[in-house]
């Protein structure tokens, strides 16, 4: 079951006196037809009502086991960062060299599946070189860069202070947003991006252990965040690039992230130290870090496919809000594993950033149906679910044709 469909007109015919008599059989989980007579018992085929139902209770377990594995995968790589990577922890050499086999892997696997699964993925459109170097490089290196900076935070800050950072991403996707005609600037989302940006404030006062450098670096992946989503949405959105399945997206945006995030490795990473580190000393110990690499490499692609195949079983906004969760559910796991220090004013900050975040995801999911009102206007086709956007010369033209 869809959550749509025509029901069938269904009639309780009742016969008495000579005469029938149709009424109105409203039934919302199945549909099955009754026919009442008198003296007879009343006889309903609730077939077709038992299939509704057990197809319904299907999606939403089928739903909520890839929840689990998105939480479960999203976690599980949280504290594999942070425990790799933090300076009182595992102190990893190259976090470079680590985001780099990450990304050759979610290369290496999605090329796989889209060529060897083609028919799955049909693809008529031929992306020139202009668009793949003005559209696709671009939101490569964006993705590449959040991640990059989203690591190389954690080496010197708390997941829980990095997670509610990097929780002000909305404002600066607005602002993005903004600035590619993507959204019309409105009191609506200026309040949201306050409540947001006091939410942050909040989590960053009176902080006695506050690392600036850090800071600055999840901050600046906030930024990267809100650049590369705008940009995929671009891509996602617009038929024109023949980019509309995510998995194929995914294959033609992670070899640029695996070849930019290498070159950055050759050049930041301590490479003339890695034979007096106990990660590389030894050719054991390179088969270990290769392996430890390989395992985070594996869970990202699971967790991003996950993601990806809840958009397409859902929708975008399902998977927002859940995102909502997960980012409380990684607080309260980073506290309870780590230890991180969380006061009440850093609660108080939390709590405001996640209403902050939930206007935005109502405010997205307003968008949504009054782009579906349009369409259902114009007679146009609808929009992937995955488009969170209207491109505004798009939708100007949509309301010229009304008029």
Request: hydrophobic share 50%; with cysteine; charged share 15%.
């Given at each position: 079951?869809?959550?749509?469909?025509?029901?069938?007109?269904?009639?309780?015919?009742?016969?008495?006196?000579?005469?029938?008599?149709?009424?109105?059989?409203d039934?919302?989980n199945?549909?099955?037809?009754?026919?009442?007579?008198?003296?007879?018992?009343?006889?309903?085929?609730?077939?077709?009502?038992?299939?509704?139902?057990?197809?319904?209770?299907?999606?939403v377990?089928?739903?909520?086991?890839?929840?689990?594995?998105?939480?479960?995968?999203?976690?599980?790589?949280t504290?594999?960062?942070?425990t790799?990577?933090?300076?009182?922890?595992?102190?990893?050499?190259?976090?470079?060299?680590?985001?780099?086999?990450?990304?050759?892997?979610?290369?290496?696997?999605s090329?796989?599946?889209?060529?060897?699964?083609?028919?799955?993925?049909?693809n008529?459109?031929?992306?020139?070189?202009r668009?793949?170097f003005?559209?696709?490089v671009?939101?490569?290196?964006?993705?590449?860069?959040?991640?990059?900076?989203?690591?190389?935070?954690?080496?010197?800050?708390?997941?829980?202070?990095?997670?509610?950072?990097?929780s002000?991403?909305p404002?600066?996707?607005?602002?993005?947003?903004?600035?590619?005609?993507?959204?019309?600037?409105?009191?609506?989302?200026?309040?949201?991006?306050?409540?947001?940006?006091?939410?942050?404030?909040?989590?960053?006062?009176?902080?006695?252990?506050?690392?600036?450098?850090?800071?600055?670096?999840?901050?600046?992946?906030?930024?990267?965040?809100?650049?590369?989503?705008?940009?995929?949405?671009?891509?996602?959105?617009?038929?024109a690039?023949?980019?509309k399945?995510?998995?194929?997206l995914?294959?033609?945006?992670?070899?640029?992230?695996?070849?930019a995030?290498?070159?950055?490795?050759?050049?930041?990473?301590p490479?003339?130290?890695?034979?007096?580190?106990?990660?590389f000393?030894?050719?054991?110990?390179i088969?270990?870090?290769?392996?430890?690499?390989?395992?985070?490499?594996?869970?990202?692609?699971?967790?991003?496919?996950?993601?990806?195949?809840?958009?397409?079983?859902?929708?975008?906004?399902?998977v927002?809000?859940?995102?909502?969760?997960?980012?409380?559910?990684?607080i309260?796991?980073?506290?309870?594993?780590?230890?991180?220090?969380?006061t009440?004013?850093?609660?108080?900050?939390?709590?405001?950033?996640m209403?902050?975040?939930?206007?935005?995801?109502?405010?997205?999911?307003?968008?949504?149906?009054?782009?579906?009102?349009?369409?259902?206007?114009?007679?146009?086709?609808?929009?992937?679910?995955?488009?969170?956007?209207?491109?505004?010369?798009?939708?100007?033209?949509?309301?010229?044709?009304?008029?």
């Open positions: 079951m869809n959550g749509t469909g025509n029901m069938d007109n269904e009639s309780v015919h009742l016969r008495a006196t000579g005469t029938e008599k149709h009424v109105t059989f039934i919302e199945g549909t099955g037809r009754s026919t009442i007579g008198v003296g007879s018992p009343v006889s309903v085929n609730s077939h077709g009502s038992l299939e509704k139902i057990s197809r319904n209770s299907f999606s377990l089928k739903t909520l086991f890839f929840i689990l594995l998105w939480y479960s995968c999203s976690l599980v790589l504290l594999y960062n942070k790799l990577l933090g300076n009182d922890l595992g102190k990893f050499p190259a976090p470079l060299l680590m985001n780099t086999v990450h990304f050759a892997i979610q290369a290496v696997v090329k796989f599946i889209t060529y060897f699964w083609s028919h799955k993925f049909p008529s459109v031929v992306m020139s070189w668009d793949y003005l559209r696709v671009p939101t490569a290196l964006g993705t590449a860069m959040d991640i990059n900076l989203s690591n190389a935070s954690l080496v010197s800050i708390s997941v829980t202070f990095a997670t509610m950072c990097k002000g991403a404002i600066f996707l607005l602002l993005f947003a903004f600035a590619f005609r993507l959204e019309a600037p409105s009191f609506k989302l200026s309040g949201i991006m306050t409540i947001i940006s006091v939410g942050i404030l909040m989590t960053v006062a009176k902080d006695t252990e506050f690392e600036i450098w850090g800071f600055i670096l999840v901050m600046l992946a906030a930024v990267m965040s809100g650049f590369r989503w705008c940009m995929t949405q671009i891509l996602l959105q617009k038929e690039y023949g980019l399945n995510p998995l194929t995914m294959s033609y945006v992670s070899p640029v992230m695996a070849l995030t290498a070159l950055l490795s050759f050049a930041m990473d490479w003339d130290e890695f034979q007096h580190n106990n990660y000393n030894s050719p054991w110990s088969i270990r870090s290769f392996l430890l690499m390989i395992f985070g490499g594996a869970l990202a692609f699971l967790m991003v496919l996950t993601e990806y195949i809840l958009v397409s079983v859902t929708s975008a906004v399902t927002t809000v859940a995102g909502v969760v997960k980012e409380a559910v990684t309260l796991v980073a506290v309870l594993y780590f230890h991180d220090e969380f009440w004013l850093k609660g108080c900050g939390l709590i405001t950033i209403v902050g975040v939930s206007l935005f995801n109502w405010y997205k999911y307003w968008k949504l149906k009054k782009g579906h009102a349009v369409e259902d206007l114009t007679g146009g086709p609808p929009r992937d679910s995955v488009a969170n956007y209207v491109i505004l010369e798009e939708d100007e033209e949509e309301h010229d044709s009304l008029e």
